[in-house]
Every structure is written in structure tokens, then in C-alpha cells.
């Protein structure tokens, strides 16, 4: 609820951050933002109404690569929500080997509980950075213990109104600690090696499959194993202080913070704030035109009942306690192809009240794609290319002509939509990624219509080749 009182963005700036990534589907992008305002709303309105509201999950139809998954994590991203993307398809009806559908309520669980215990951390940095500092210390020069008949040899003995014949072993020991800890802040002793305990990483994993409550048991077995064997065993490994300190304020701010209150905290986030983003929802619809109804269509009515009661709010039970799911926010996507959306089951369509049809991109379109965005794919490459040395600049030709041999590609052989972009210029860029930096070590290239037209329009004019460049 913290992170939502925060973020108090109304539905004109929740889209204008959603339009630095995502171009067009502007009806999807006010859906979006106005069940994300909702919330905020809700959190605002009379405690006595509070726990009536219920929020209008979405239902997304639309071919693939034209956003609707973007959009769904954007704005989890943006709310600072836990967010799962699951596939409708891989949930079985209870009964069945495979996941129950109580399984993605489950894993959001652990994904609130891991960004709400990283949000602690971060809280607990300044702390955990002063205990890791005189840890290190600890290692490199160790604390008195017991009385030493010789004296340190690291103390000035010229310094004013301090005679080391005299001192004692702590005040030595203490002003030695002194100046390896002005080195440390210095950065002086980064590349220097210590021996530290480090948590093992290798736990036994195991998965359940079977009839509901199996999967859960299966992680309550798995935390039995572990305290069976004395939790997590330590082990020792040698590093420069500059990693080892980066492990061990890891370790520290994990011992600093209160795991009750982050699992508390997170429970509350997930039934508040949780977003789940169900897609390929259309696989488990049942296809009208089809006349014949085998055991595919019994499965697949199977997975739509046991969601209902998730979406329409039902309790939880995961390791970390009770999870209501009333005010998780669905968002439903698939693109309905062979299917529609009212070949789901009545209760089911009922539960995704609004339905939003993004439309598919267009060569303008791909333009603005290629172009706009903060994570452009022309600025990823651009980037990638930079750390070689190499600057690489794209005319307005260039792209436009990029843009017109999707549009083109997409038409004639599979409307996969903005993915084409990611194979087109793959392919476009293949010969210089190759080339650097063996034969281009560094400086600028300029990347014009033309070049693109010589490496590109014979395979996109070709029916038999285009799908190369699938």
C-alpha cells in the first residue's frame, strides 16, 4: 500500500510513461491506467466500501508482438507491484499431473516477499556497510586477544605524544586498525585478497506434480530437508576485498532486517497491489467452430473453472500464509485466432468485464518504434556496438526502410508484429557484429537506405527466402 500512496500517478501520466515504451494501443493503455488509478482510489475511499470494491480485470485480444505483455509489465513496473506473467496453457485441471492454477498465486507470493526483502536491504545498506567495514578489518588485522611481548611494527614511532614501547598491545592494535581503515575508504586495499564465509548456494530442489496441495507439500518438504541438515552449509573462498565486501553487505543487510515484517508486508502488497498477467487465455477456450469435442476440450474447460475462483477471489494457502486473491488485479490476453473471447465459459467472461482489442502495427508503426522508445532496438544495438569502440548511427532512410520491409515481411509471410523487428535487424547488422572487432576496432559507421536495401530487400522480395529471416 506504500508503494501506491507514493506513486500517485493520475491516468494522463500513467500513459505518458507507458508511451516512453510502448507506441500506439492508446484503449489499452487507458484501461490500464485507469484499473491502476482504481486502486489508488480504493485505498482512499470509506473502510466501510473499501473491501466491496473489486477491481475490473482486463481482458486483451490481439494478434502477437503488438504489446500487450509490455504494457502488463510496464505498468507493474511503474505501480511497483508484485507482477507474474503465467501461460493459461500450461496450467492441467485439478486431478491431472501438471500445476494447479493456485501455483501463480504461490509464485507471486515469493516474488513479493523477494522485492519487499530487497527493498529492506536497501533501507538497512548504511548499517550493514559500517559492519561489514570493521569485518574486514576483523580479517586483516585481527583484534587483540591476549598480550603480545613484541610491539607492532606498522606504528610511527615518531608520532607526537605516542611512545610504542609504552603502549599496549590494544592502543597498537587500535591505531593499526586505524590505518588500514583510512586505506579501505582510500580504495587502497581493494585488490587484496581475504578468506571469507560465504553461504552455499547448492540446495536441493525439488518439484512436485500431482492433485492440488501436492506442490505446496513439496516446498514444505523441501524447508524439512533443509533444517534436517542444519540450513545452509557455509563455505570458505578466497577474493579481493572489492568482491568479498559485496557478498558479505549482502549477507549483513539479510541479517538485519525483519523477515516477519517483509513476509507480513509482502502478503498485504500481493492482496493490494498484485498483478496477474494470464496470457495465451484463448488456448484454454473452447473453439466453436469445432464439432468434434475430445478429451482436449474437457482439459481445457477444466483449466477455465479451476481459474474462476481464483479471479473472482478465493483464499490461498501458500508456505507464507493466506492469500485472498479479491483485489489482485487479472489481465487477461490472447490473441483469438481460431477462438473468441465468448467461447470462454460464461463465469469466466463475466470475471474480464473490460476488453480491450489492440489493433496490429503498421510500417508507421514500426517507425516510431524503432526510434522513440528510451529502449529503442536501434539504441540497444548502438549501445552494444559502443562498448567496442564502434559508433554506429542510423539515417531516417535507413529506418524507414527497415520500418516498410517488416511492414512487408509480416504481410506475406506471419504477422508476428514488433518481433520482426528483432530478426530483420539481426540480419541487417549480422556482418558488422561479425566484423567487430577482429576487422573494426573502432569508428564511426553510417548506416544509410541503401545499405539496408543491399543486405535486405532481395530476402524480403523472395517468398521462398523470406523465411530466413523468420
Known sequence: MKLIEQ???????????????????????????????NRWRRLKSDPEIRDEIIPNNILMIGPTGVGKTEIARRLAKL???????????????????????????????????????????????????????????????????????????????????????????????????????????NGELEDREIEIEVDSSKTPMMQVFGPQGMEEMGMNLQDMLGNLSGGRKKTKRTLPISEAREIMLDQEAEKLIDHEAAVQEALERV???????????????????????????????????????????????????IVKTDHILFVGSGAFHVSKPSDLIPELQGRFPIRVELSSLTEEDFFNILTQPKNALTKQYQAMLQSEGV?????????????????????????????????????????????VPDDIQSGEIDIDREYVQNQLSGLAKDKDLSHYIL
Open 7 to 37: 506513486q500517485n500517478l493520475t491516468p494522463r501520466q500513467i500513459v505518458a510513461e507507458l508511451d516512453k515504451y510502448i507506441i500506439g494501443q492508446q484503449k489499452a493503455k487507458r484501461s490500464v491506467s485507469i484499473a491502476l488509478r
Open 79 to 185: 505501480a511497483g507491484a508484485p507482477f507474474i506473467k503465467v501461460e493459461a496453457s500450461k496450467f492441467t485441471e485439478v486431478g491431472y499431473v501438471g500445476r494447479d492454477v493456485e501455483s501463480m498465486i504461490r509464485d507471486l507470493t515469493d516474488i513479493a516477499i523477494n522485492m519487499v526483502k530487497m527493498e529492506m536491504q536497501e533501507r538497512v545498506k548504511g548499517k550493514a556497510a559500517e559492519i561489514v567495514e570493521e569485518k574486514i578489518l576483523d580479517i586483516l588485522i585481527p583484534p587483540v586477544r591476549k598480550k603480545k611481548s613484541t610491539t607492532s611494527s606498522t606504528v610511527d614511532s615518531k608520532e607526537v605524544g605516542f611512545n610504542p614501547d609504552k603502549a599496549s598491545d590494544a592502543e597498537l592494535n587500535e591505531r593499526t586498525r586505524e590505518r588500514f581503515r583510512d586505506k579501505l575508504k
Open 271 to 321: 492482496q493490494n497491489q498484485g498483478i496477474v498477467f494470464i496470457d495465451e487465455i484463448d488456448k484454454v477456450a473452447s473453439d466453436s467452430s469445432s464439432s468434434s469435442k475430445g478429451s482436449g476440450e474437457v482439459s481445457r474447460q477444466g483449466v477455465q473453472r479451476d481459474l474462476l475462483p481464483i479471479v473472482e477471489g478465493s483464499t490461498v494457502n501458500t508456505k507464507h500464509g
Open 391 to 435: 559508433r554506429v548511427e542510423f539515417s531516417e532512410g535507413a529506418i524507414r526502410e527497415i520500418a516498410k520491409i517488416a511492414a512487408e515481411v509480416n504481410q506475406q509471410v506471419e504477422n508476428i508484429g514488433a518481433r520482426r523487428l528483432h530478426t530483420i535487424l539481426s540480419s541487417l547488422l549480422e556482418e558488422l557484429l561479425f566484423a
